[in-house]
């Protein structure tokens, strides 16, 4: 197996979901996305936008999601999803862009961030790959968008190429910043040459209890520490910061992020009803529907060269490297990059 596909390979992995239940599609009614003519979209610079407004609330799967909307109802359906440690302002200025060209655009904080809550303190605080995708169904079912374009980063990167190969008949495009990030236990145990190993020091940390309660404690400088690592050339100011920072003090984040990197080690166990759903996603499945994926010149964060998982897409598919000091955090660094690319692969 390529490293491009081993999930140590690369910083922020995601945590994914997948419900069985969620998998049950073909209900009347739903909203499907349509085709949008590509088309240049204004430069924004980044931070004209500070705030969505009001947020949502809706009940789907096992939890309550919180989640921004922008654009009309009845648009074609964009779904926009964040990483560790960021939130739904990583995408603050690319919404407006893309609701001014008639999307409508649903930016859903993951479990363990933001607004979003566990409907039952009995389900268990599940970070493992699989769950984030089957939460991000289940939001589509409340919804009742049957297909979206799907885009994302870090976390949520690696959840949208999830949805994209499990249920390709609800993913309409594919943007994805660094490629293909499925993985595996059995890859994430494998060792990597020293160097490699080093740009992990943090899931080593939350591997122990001590990593847990240190970052219990001091989750917002350690945040901020992941996102000036990240994003080197970034000079992002506090208040940009805090916006996103205040969705960590969410009641389940720590559990869910120690869950999620003890998991990849398989120092923690998943669930077993997404046993099979991890026995597809181990076989690195091939992403058929259009793709473009993404990075930035100066990411910061350990990353696959393109070359290196090209093959895993076999529909029409295009890679954009973003210059100008762009780093992990790209819908936020490059809104208008982002937003094009959504454009531009919902035209292919």
């Avoid at 499907?32 to 204004?42: I, M």
Wanted: charged fraction near 20%.
């Amino acid at each position: 197996m390529s490293d491009a596909f081993n999930p140590q390979r690369r910083r922020f992995f995601g945590t994914a979901a997948a419900t069985i239940a969620a998998a049950q599609f073909g209900m009347a009614g739903l909203a499907s996305a349509q085709g949008a003519k590509p088309t240049d979209l204004p430069a924004v610079n980044p931070g004209t936008n500070t705030s969505f407004g009001s947020l949502k609330q809706i009940h789907a799967g096992v939890l309550n999601v919180g989640y921004a909307e922008a654009g009309p109802a009845d648009g074609p359906p964009v779904i926009l999803l964040h990483g560790w440690p960021y939130d739904i302002h990583a995408f603050v200025d690319v919404a407006p862009l893309l609701a001014s060209k008639g999307y409508r655009v649903i930016v859903p904080y993951l479990r363990g961030y933001g607004t979003t809550r566990f409907l039952s303190g009995d389900t268990p605080r599940n970070g493992q790959q699989s769950v984030v995708a089957v939460d991000v169904i289940a939001l589509m079912d409340a919804l009742r968008i049957e297909k979206a374009v799907i885009a994302g980063f870090d976390w949520g990167a690696r959840t949208a190429c999830i949805v994209a190969a499990l249920w390709p008949e609800r993913c309409k495009a594919l943007v994805s910043v660094s490629g293909y990030l499925i993985g595996s236990q059995e890859a994430g145990k494998k060792p990597l040459p020293p160097k490699a190993e080093l740009q992990w020091w943090y899931q080593y940390y939350f591997a122990t209890e001590r990593g847990r309660e240190g970052y219990a404690a001091n989750r917002h400088d350690f945040s901020k520490l992941i996102w000036q690592i990240a994003s080197p050339k970034w000079n992002f100011d506090d208040a940009t910061y805090d916006r996103s920072a205040h969705s960590f003090d969410n009641p389940d984040h720590v559990d869910i992020v120690i869950h999620n990197y003890r998991w990849r080690l398989g120092l923690a166990e998943g669930e077993a009803k997404y046993d099979d759903l991890e026995r597809k996603l181990a076989a690195f499945p091939v992403i058929t529907v259009p793709t473009i994926t993404m990075e930035g010149d100066a990411n910061g964060a350990p990353h696959p060269d393109p070359a290196a998982y090209a093959k895993k897409f076999s529909g029409k598919y295009a890679h954009r490297l973003i210059d100008g000091g762009t780093g992990h955090n790209l819908p936020q660094e490059a809104p208008q990059a982002f937003a094009q690319a959504v454009v531009d692969v919902d035209g292919f």
